[in-house]
């Protein structure tokens, strides 16, 4: 049984996945340390922490050769985050030193920091991602690696690894009150070429989608503004990264009751029934029929809807990813000692 944790990841926006996660590690009893790496960074920037983000980000984008790359982690607001943490755990150890990302801390480090204890690198995003982080040089240098996208796995080598999906809050959805439906079709996330694409189709043939993110008109939702907007929608449609996995946006909007059409991946296929659960599509036409056709039939889309929620609040909670990371981990314990 893990007592001592050490969790490196992001806890400032109240949006951060990271949260329910600490607070599921802790509903467990473990004693949990947090290192805020990113507000950290942040912080040591002052006035100019934007355009600092932007230009030592840009030094990422996979066109510039490995060595200029590498130029990201000479950011003085980087490496001083570094030095603040090992300030923080000098003589500590710990039982297990979780890592959600932590692009700003550099993969150097990890030997030193493997010395307080054995370290889970926990990767939430898609291929292309993971290879502009070069998320590959964390797992190898850590005893345990994973990763909520299937495909991101063999780009991981030889580490112990697993496939581990997120999750939806139990808290947060079990005790909603319905809400009217105001609003058709919402997207809610960042707009990019081949989401704006499909938009644009979709406008085209008479569906209006109503679009929520940083980069759109209406701005962002986060926490009881989203579920809210959620709850009061016929159709959420999410449109997926390139790749097999999908992002923790799939089980939020499905935990709310609300009727999700998503394009169609890999790994929705192992954890949701299509036309039982949700509803998911694999061209921009078969996007269009399914909104038309689910529009006109409502009880068709909210026993749908139904069956999705209760898919999730018993299968793909919080609880349960937290469980399977620990259970991951204790297992091997256990196999280390005989």
Same mark, same amino acid.
């Given at each position: 049984?893990?007592?001592?944790?050490?969790?490196?990841?992001?806890?400032?926006?109240?949006?951060?996945?990271?949260?329910?996660?600490?607070?599921?590690?802790?509903?467990?009893?473990?004693?949990?340390?947090?290192?805020?790496?990113?507000?950290?960074?942040?912080?040591?920037?002052?006035?100019?922490?934007?355009?600092?983000?932007?230009?030592?980000?840009?030094?990422?984008?996979?066109?510039?050769?490995?060595?200029?790359?590498?130029?990201?982690?000479?950011?003085?607001?980087?490496?001083?985050?570094?030095?603040?943490?090992?300030?923080?755990?000098? !003589?500590? @150890?710990?039982? =297990?030193? &979780? /890592?959600?990302? $932590?692009?700003?801390?550099? %993969? +150097?480090? #990890?030997?030193?920091?493997?010395?307080?204890?054995?370290?889970?690198?926990?990767?939430?995003?898609?291929?292309?991602?993971?290879?502009?982080?070069?998320?590959?040089?964390?797992?190898?240098?850590?005893?345990?690696?994973?990763?909520?996208?299937?495909?991101?796995?063999?780009?991981? !080598?030889? @580490?112990?690894? =697993?496939? &581990? /999906?997120?999750? $939806?809050?139990?808290?947060? %959805? +079990?005790? #909603?009150?319905?809400?009217?439906?105001?609003?058709?079709?919402?997207?809610?996330?960042?707009?990019?070429?081949?989401?704006?694409?499909?938009?644009?189709?979709?406008?085209?043939?008479?569906?209006?989608?109503?679009?929520?993110?940083?980069?759109?008109?209406?701005?962002?939702?986060?926490?009881?503004?989203?579920?809210?907007?959620?709850?009061?929608?016929?159709?959420?449609?999410?449109?997926?990264?390139?790749?097999?996995?999908?992002?923790?946006?799939?089980?939020?909007?499905?935990?709310?009751?609300?009727?999700?059409?998503?394009?169609?991946?890999?790994?929705?296929?192992?954890?949701?029934?299509?036309?039982?659960?949700?509803?998911?599509?694999?061209?921009?036409?078969?996007?269009?029929?399914?909104?038309?056709?689910?529009?006109?039939?409502?009880?068709?889309?909210?026993?749908?809807?139904?069956?999705?929620?209760?898919?999730?609040?018993?299968?793909?909670?919080?609880?349960?990813?937290?469980?399977?990371?620990?259970?991951?981990?204790?297992?091997?314990?256990?196999?280390?000692?005989?």
């Amino acid at each position: 049984m893990l007592k001592r944790v050490l969790f490196i990841g992001v806890f400032s926006p109240t949006h951060s996945k990271n949260i329910p996660q600490l607070e599921e590690l802790r509903r467990k009893g473990i004693d949990v340390t947090t290192f805020d790496y990113r507000a950290n960074t942040n912080k040591r920037r002052g006035p100019f922490k934007w355009f600092a983000w932007r230009l030592f980000w840009a030094l990422k984008l996979p066109f510039f050769p490995k060595p200029v790359r590498r130029l990201f982690y000479r950011d003085p607001a980087r490496q001083g985050m570094a030095k603040e943490l090992f300030s923080k755990i000098k !003589g500590e @150890t710990y039982d =297990l030193i &979780l /890592i959600s990302k $932590a692009e700003d801390l550099h %993969y +150097k480090f #990890l030997p030193k920091l493997r010395r307080h204890g054995p370290l889970f690198y926990y990767f939430m995003d898609y291929l292309k991602t993971a290879r502009i982080v070069e998320a590959d040089e964390y797992a190898k240098r850590c005893d345990y690696a994973s990763t909520t996208w299937s495909d991101v796995l063999p780009f991981f !080598g030889n @580490t112990r690894k =697993l496939h &581990l /999906i997120q999750g $939806a809050s139990l808290q947060d %959805y +079990k005790h #909603l009150k319905r809400r009217k439906k105001k609003h058709d079709v919402i997207f809610v996330g960042m707009i990019d070429r081949p989401r704006r694409r499909l938009l644009s189709y979709l406008k085209r043939n008479g569906i209006k989608v109503e679009v929520y993110g940083p980069n759109t008109r209406n701005g962002p939702r986060y926490n009881q503004a989203l579920t809210k907007l959620y709850q009061e929608s016929r159709i959420i449609l999410n449109i997926n990264r390139p790749g097999a996995g999908f992002s923790a946006r799939v089980f939020d909007a499905m935990a709310t009751g609300s009727f999700l059409l998503a394009t169609h991946n890999k790994d929705l296929e192992k954890f949701f029934v299509k036309g039982k659960h949700l509803e998911w599509f694999a061209t921009k036409e078969e996007c269009l029929n399914a909104i038309r056709h689910y529009l006109k039939h409502h009880k068709e889309r909210e026993t749908i809807a139904k069956a999705g929620r209760k898919k999730v609040l018993e299968d793909y909670t919080w609880k349960n990813q937290i469980e399977r990371l620990l259970s991951f981990v204790e297992d091997h314990n256990k196999r280390k000692k005989t």
